[in-house]
């Protein structure tokens, strides 16, 4: 449980710091197409290997999104869009434990067996994409 200390300096501060960061990465993966832009790191296992690591297309699944493009972000990184929902689901308990400490839904939705599941959701998408080439 965090102390209520924490737990008000992190909804006053850290709270905010952490959406503004999102809002500048939004604009920034909005903008700018990682495609077309040397501003964007490519990925050194793609690089090094010939072969795509999960996060392969992430970057620009993102920007695909952003601009409503389901089928291109499918296109680009398939386990990333599937993954959403789950990655938002952590983000929105883990924020709601802090404003409510006394809830807790974590144990559930990152138990060891979600967790080794997802290990194993990653795996088969790494070996597929490989694979069979998408």
């Known amino acids: 449980m965090i102390p209520p200390a924490h737990r008000r300096r ?3 501060f850290g709270l905010p710091l952490l ?15 990682p495609s077309s832009s040397i501003f964007f790191p490519k990925c050194p296992f793609l690089l090094l290997t010939g072969m795509k690591c999960p996060g392969c297309g992430s970057q620009r699944a993102v920007h695909a999104l952003l601009h409503a493009d389901v089928a291109s972000a499918f296109a680009h990184n398939a386990l990333l869009v599937v993954s959403l929902p789950y990655v938002a689901l952590l983000i929105f308990v883990r924020i709601y434990n802090i404003i409510r400490p006394g809830a807790s839904l974590l144990p559930s939705i990152q138990s060891p067996f979600a967790i ?18 998408f």
């Open 10 to 12: 992190w909804l006053l």
């Open 19 to 33: 959406m503004a960061l999102l809002a500048v990465l939004i604009i920034v993966y909005y903008r700018v197409s």
């Open 116 to 133: 080794r599941a997802y290990f194993l959701l990653v795996l088969i998408f790494w070996i597929t994409r490989n694979v069979f080439g």
